[in-house]
């Protein structure tokens, strides 16, 4: 998958942020989606395309576990957020509910990458193409049943 | 094994678990509300239109409903949540539905040990984050998704990786003025926002021992914001009366393998603790109550699952009483029966008597969804459990995180306050 960036250069990318807490009566994703990022990025769903990738620093979606937070960002067409870690309610939800990958790479890897940069995101070979830049990185792979999970579209759809 | 092994191994039905192995665990309780129920609908929806089969769940009795984040009704929108509530109840045929208005209701956490709706050894699963607090009775309990959570109550299962240990044990017995939040907010200050991180959080020692079971609730409930899969404590006798004061049957203990495991042992000296306070806008950027003395407060927030326990409005109205409130302040038992308890005990008339706002239980102000939610620039001294940008109302508006006793001092003073302080 090919996508553009969205870079935050921040930690603990939070769900409140993600979504504020007055929007969690909400359950139109369409809706949730005009509200994404509005806690750090106002203009966020204005800019986001579809296709493209957020890029952040460890513990992103830490706090809640409102799937509204996943689920706001999928619907603006986030492909992928790619972290130098994730909190475990958001990277869940993600990968269960298929909504977007949440994609580990080290901080090295994350410090290269910049602002629109685009990428290509190759999860067989476990690689970040930077077309921008014409740099390839590693990311962790995933663990077996969240490869899974994420090759059957979702929780309901993988078969223990 | 320890305690969080062993009751993963015996729910996927292994005869031994190591972490890092992935389990399928059959579920004992499962628990939503009036923001994860409307979303699990919204997922069934999605199955249906897949062709899966919603029309029945795995097991009505073991789920109940709160209805506590946008209660009562803050708007039309979460009017509608409540009737579609109800609705899911009555189709699956969910007797365990705590509604507002209607004799007892609350917090989700809350009602989890009031209503005596998990026991020690029980896996219990819900969708909220900090359903992590229940793990103090010595359960398993984790926060899940609407996906995940939709996926239990159709299958009476899901998928777990069998995390690995922390061990945090604290020595002796907390001090006066110094309570369970003060401990947490501590542990949170030094092993960082994500320092529990996809672990158990296991707390043990003799200061655990002679700790209240409400006190450990406390310390369970915060490993959320450690980024713990699940916090937990070997319950004793004082889970078990406890329990059977609420109406339990038979409830018996469940232990961890004396020989057991642990990643990693910190321990606490309690004699060494004071009140603690965490400053915006992290629940691990904390310092002592006392530093920040100069810092001038709009208002004092007494609530949440994480502080308005009986014993939390009671180490309150012990400051607040004969005396005055300087600051807007609001007080929101968790549940109902913690409300009539604190009528009956005069704890209501006290907190009246200084000023004070009595509220409904709610989660209300505490994620920022209505009910004494913060303005632009306001500072709030609060008993809750997370201070993100804007997670108590305007972005700007600053939360610092403190014990009952720090907020009620501080509600006394305008100014954050250590009560031991107080004149």
């Known amino acids: 998958m090919i996508g553009n960036v969205i870079k935050y250069e921040q930690d603990n990318i939070d769900t409140d942020v993600i979504i504020p807490g007055t929007y969690l009566k909400i359950h139109d994703y369409n809706e949730l989606a005009t509200h994404a990022m509005e806690g750090l990025d106002p203009e966020f769903p204005s800019k986001v395309k579809d296709g493209d990738f957020i890029v952040a620093g460890k513990n992103f979606g830490c706090g809640s576990s409102r799937e509204h937070a996943p689920i706001a960002l999928s619907t603006c067409g986030i492909k992928a957020v790619i972290a130098t870690s994730f909190a475990r309610i958001f990277y869940r939800n993600s990968v269960d509910g298929a909504f977007l990958l949440p994609i580990e790479v080290d901080d090295e890897t994350y410090q290269k990458i910049s602002n629109s940069d685009k990428l290509e995101i190759n999860i067989e070979k476990n690689e970040i193409k930077n077309i921008t830049k014409n740099e390839t990185y590693t990311m962790k792979p995933f ?18 | 094994m320890n305690i969080t092994e062993k009751i993963l191994a015996r729910a996927s039905g292994k005869s031994t678990v190591s972490p890092d192995d992935i389990v399928f665990a059959k579920v004992d309780k499962v628990m939503v509300h009036d923001v994860s129920g409307p979303g699990v609908l919204k997922v069934f929806d999605k199955l249906q239109k897949q062709g899966i089969d919603t029309s029945k769940l795995h097991d009505p009795t073991k789920v109940w409903i709160a209805e506590d984040h946008f209660v009562p009704s803050a708007e039309k929108i979460s009017a509608e949540n409540i009737v579609k509530l109800s609705n899911f109840s009555k189709k699956y045929d969910i007797k365990k539905h705590f509604k507002y208005g209607m004799g007892q209701y609350g ?15 029980d896996v219990y699963v819900g969708g909220d984050s900090h359903t992590n607090t229940t793990g103090a009775l010595g359960a398993f309990a984790c926060g899940l998704g609407h996906t995940d959570v939709a996926y239990v109550l159709l299958n009476g299962e899901i998928w777990f990786k069998v995390p690995e240990t922390y061990y945090f044990k604290l020595n002796g017995k907390l001090p006066p003025h110094v309570m369970a939040k003060d401990f947490i907010l501590n542990i949170i200050g030094d092993i960082g926002n994500d320092g529990g991180a996809y672990n158990t959080m296991q707390f043990g020692g003799t200061g655990i021992d002679e700790m209240s079971v409400e006190s450990r609730l406390t310390l369970a409930n915060m490993t959320t914001e450690a980024g713990a899969k699940n916090g937990i404590i070997e319950s004793d006798k004082k889970t078990v009366e406890y329990l059977n004061q609420r109406g339990a049957t038979n409830v018996s203990e469940f232990h961890g393998d004396a020989d057991a495991d642990y990643s990693k042992i910190l321990e606490y000296e309690a004699s060494e603790l004071e009140p603690t306070v965490a400053k915006p806008f992290s629940p691990d950027n904390i310092t002592v109550a006392r530093e920040l003395s100069s810092t001038e407060l709009d208002k004092s927030y007494i609530g949440s699952c994480t502080g308005a326990k009986y014993e939390d409005l009671l180490a309150a109205a012990k400051i607040l009483k004969g005396r005055q409130v300087k600051i807007r302040t609001e007080v929101l038992p968790a549940a109902i029966s913690i409300y009539k308890r604190a009528v009956k005990d005069g704890l209501i008339e006290i907190f009246l008597d200084a000023g004070a706002t009595v509220g409904p239980p709610t989660c209300g102000a505490c994620c920022g969804a209505h009910m004494g939610v913060l303005a632009k620039d306001e500072i709030c001294v609060s008993t809750t459990n997370r201070n993100f940008p804007g997670r108590m109302g305007h972005v700007e508006s600053q939360t610092y995180l403190a014990s009952p006793q720090v907020a009620a001092a501080s509600a006394v003073t305008g100014k954050l306050t250590d009560p031991r302080d107080l004149n």
């Open chain 1, 143 to 160: 663990s077996e049943i969240i490869a899974k999970i994420i090759a059957a579209g979702g929780l309901f759809k993988y078969k223990k």
């Open chain 2, 107 to 121: 917090i989700c956490h809350t009602l989890s040990h009031e209503e005596a709706l998990v026991n020690p050894g």
